[in-house]
């Protein structure tokens, strides 16, 4: 079976697609070395993995995402298998975990220090400075607006942005995306040393 035919009995829900999905990706990743040992400490199984990658997929259509272009589809699903169990880490969500007290040479644990940061807020933050950029962005130039959302929202390559925009050439493309990351940019750190009231 191809990978272009995987794909397209995974994104109908067929019963076969998500079977490989499970023999070739979900299995193998939940019993190697570098998983096993993680999904154990964070009490997460593989029907957990497994059900978390048919919401994504399915519910949240991220599988219209996958581009075939050279990577193998078992190994673009992987990635995001690796992700679900590196994010069920609770220490990267600002959360302390008691296993992790360090341990003192006379075996007393010392004292946890609390978070500094409430990581929502600055999720917040990041993502209203994002559409304050974004929006001078479009003020400036709507087509190099338009070039940045398809490429970094849409995962659009040159080549589909060129011929969905009419632009002249895939060159021009990656010319007027990497002016605009330049722009968002220079209004990221403009925003960040110059604070709305």
Same mark, same amino acid.
């Given at each position: 079976m191809t990978d272009h035919e995987w794909y397209e009995l995974v994104k109908a829900g067929e019963d076969?697609? $998500?079977k490989l999905v $499970? +023999? &070739? #990706? #979900?299995? @193998?990743?939940s019993t190697s070395q570098r998983s096993a040992e993680l999904m154990k400490r %964070?009490?997460?199984?593989?029907g957990d993995l497994m059900g978390m990658l048919y919401e994504d997929m399915l519910g949240r259509r991220k599988i219209d995402l996958y581009r075939d272009d050279g990577g193998s589809l078992q190994g673009w699903i992987r990635t995001y298998v690796r992700? %679900?169990?590196l994010g069920a880490d609770p220490n990267r969500h600002? +959360?302390?975990s008691i296993e992790g007290a360090y341990q003192g040479e006379d075996g007393e644990s010392e004292a946890l220090s609390l @978070? &500094?940061?409430d990581h929502e807020v600055v999720r917040r933050e990041v993502w209203q400075m994002t559409l $304050?950029?974004?929006r001078e962005l479009w003020n400036e130039d709507p087509e190099r607006c338009y070039i940045h959302l398809l490429k970094t929202r849409f995962f659009l390559s040159s080549e589909e942005v060129r011929d969905f925009l009419d632009v002249s050439s895939s060159a021009n493309v990656d010319q007027i995306f990497s002016r605009s990351i330049k722009f968002m940019r220079q209004?990221? #750190?403009y925003h960040d040393t110059h604070p709305k009231a």
């Open positions: 076969a697609g $998500w $499970w +023999e &070739k #990706v #979900v299995e @193998p990743e %964070y009490s997460i199984t593989a992700g %679900y169990i600002g +959360e302390i @978070p &500094k940061h $304050w950029c974004f209004r990221y #750190v």
